[in-house]
């Protein structure tokens, strides 16, 4: 990180990118751990997603704590998930027929068609939600944070973010319960 900061010309940047990593360093690593099998990949994770995040930092600049954790966080994982391609591309390994399984059936086709329905309903709920309940809500469920970690990170009492998630939870409920209730009328 350190050999990065030093090619950034712009004193100011690179203070901003030294105070964004240090503040934001145990998180980096904390969601590229989650993705990667040591902690060597880990760091080279989060060196990837300073980078990625330096390109981005006039955006940076124009966000709250909450919306620093929430964009970093993805951020990372997205460098993660880079890093897994790039290592599943370059093993080889062969795949029995077995590893298929059986051929789905119709009512097996059924039912993940109507999971899928029910997966867009709540993720368009959730896409409605006001930003500090979307954020929150996101880092709780894809980041698997628990509310003291995205307290910590977000420099938030963790009694908000309990609020922030309750209220997050209801209104995805009341959104895809609506939603359905339309859908119905509509099929009637």
């Known amino acids: 990180m350190l050999s ?16 964004l990593y240090t503040k934001h360093k ?12 040591n902690h060597a990949d880990a760091e080279d994770v989060v060196s990837e997603s300073c980078i990625a995040l330096y390109r981005n930092i006039a955006v940076l600049r124009t966000l709250d704590d909450l919306c620093h954790c929430y964009y970093i966080a993805s951020a990372v994982k997205r460098k993660a998930l880079d890093l897994l391609g ?13 590893a298929f399984g059986d051929v789905a059936s119709s009512a097996s086709i059924e039912k993940n068609f109507i999971l ?16 500090k309940e979307r954020i929150v809500l996101k880092l709780k469920y894809e980041f698997d ?23 997050a939870r209801e209104k995805v409920r009341a959104a895809v319960c609506e939603a359905k209730e339309e859908e119905n009328h509509v099929q009637r």
Request: aromatic share 8%; hydrophobic share 40%.
């Open 4 to 19: 990065f900061l030093m090619t950034i010309g712009n004193e100011e940047d690179r203070a901003f990118m030294a105070a």
């Open 26 to 37: 145990q998180l980096m690593l904390c969601v590229a751990r989650k993705y990667t099998n």
């Open 86 to 98: 790039m290592v599943k591309r370059h093993q080889k390994y062969c795949v029995s027929l077995e």
């Open 116 to 131: 899928r329905e029910e997966v867009a309903r709540v993720l368009q709920a959730v896409e409605q939600l006001p930003v």
């Open 145 to 167: 944070m628990d509310c003291a970690e995205i307290a910590k990170y977000a420099k938030l009492s963790q009694e908000s973010i309990y609020k922030y998630l309750s209220r």
